[in-house]
């Protein structure tokens, strides 16, 4: 079945440092990619999304490339910064489908 | 701006109460959803809704089961809470439900 697998956190980085969060996904069809983000105590909140091979999403300085060959929509910051830590989600919907497939969550804290 | 609301950010109830949680959305959005989520265990599905009087189990729906008489409003129900269901209540909105969701803030509940 359709799935996303991310990369285990926790993940701890020092500001300004470079971050990457990795996504892979199983699906049937051609999906819809996202990347959620989850502040403390809040809901989540759409961060980007793409929708066909090659596309970049983009938002806030991250970026994320919707890989049809490898599978893969990784999440890509230059420069973090204290206010990103949050927890960060990989989904995926298909056409047809009746809901988005969520990966487990990325917990990412920032150090100042 | 889309906006879901839930009708409480923390609740405390005792084992063998029904609770109700309620979530409203105000961009006409067809279809809803319940979600739970846990550490180490991501967000899990509970029961959606497509339409008005319509609903289908989700990922986990034994426990729960759900309202939807308006097309704004979609609530959960604990038919006789149990310490096993302390855990945050997320509720979420689309259009189409493959599409990008917007959640509500979350309720965070407690059964003791």
């Known amino acids: 079945g359709d799935s996303v697998t991310q990369m285990e956190g926790p993940v701890t980085l020092s500001e300004e440092a470079f971050l990457t969060i990795n996504c892979t996904y199983t699906?049937?069809?051609?999906?819809?990619l996202f990347w959620y983000v989850q502040y403390p105590g809040e809901g989540l909140q759409l961060l980007l999304k793409a929708t066909k091979a090659d596309d970049k999403g983009s938002n806030k300085g991250f970026e994320a490339t919707y890989r049809k060959e490898t599978t893969s929509f990784h999440l890509e910051k230059g420069s973090v910064q204290v206010s990103d830590s949050a927890v960060y989600f990989c989904?995926?919907?298909?056409?047809?489908?009746?809901?988005?497939?969520f990966g487990q969550g990325t917990r990412l804290t920032i150090n100042p | 701006d889309v906006k879901v609301t839930q009708s409480s950010r923390y609740l405390v109830k005792r084992t063998g109460e029904k609770v109700f949680l309620e979530c409203v959305q105000d961009?006409?959005?067809?279809?809803m959803f319940w979600y739970r989520q846990d550490p180490g265990l991501g967000l899990r599905l509970i029961y959606f809704?497509?339409?008005?009087?319509?609903?289908e189990k989700g990922d986990i729906p034994e426990g729960y089961s759900v309202s939807r008489e308006k097309k704004e409003r979609f609530s959960l129900i604990l038919e006789s809470a149990s310490t096993n269901q302390t855990s945050m209540y997320l509720c979420?909105?689309?259009?189409?439900?493959?599409?990008?969701?917007?959640f509500g803030p979350g309720t965070r509940l407690l059964v003791l």
């Open positions: 979420a909105s689309s259009t189409y439900p493959q599409e990008t969701q917007y």
């Open positions: 699906a049937t069809g051609y999906p819809s």
């Open positions: 809704s497509y339409d008005v009087k319509m609903k």
């Open positions: 989904a995926l919907g298909i056409q047809g489908a009746q809901k988005l497939v």
């Open positions: 961009m006409d959005h067809e279809n």
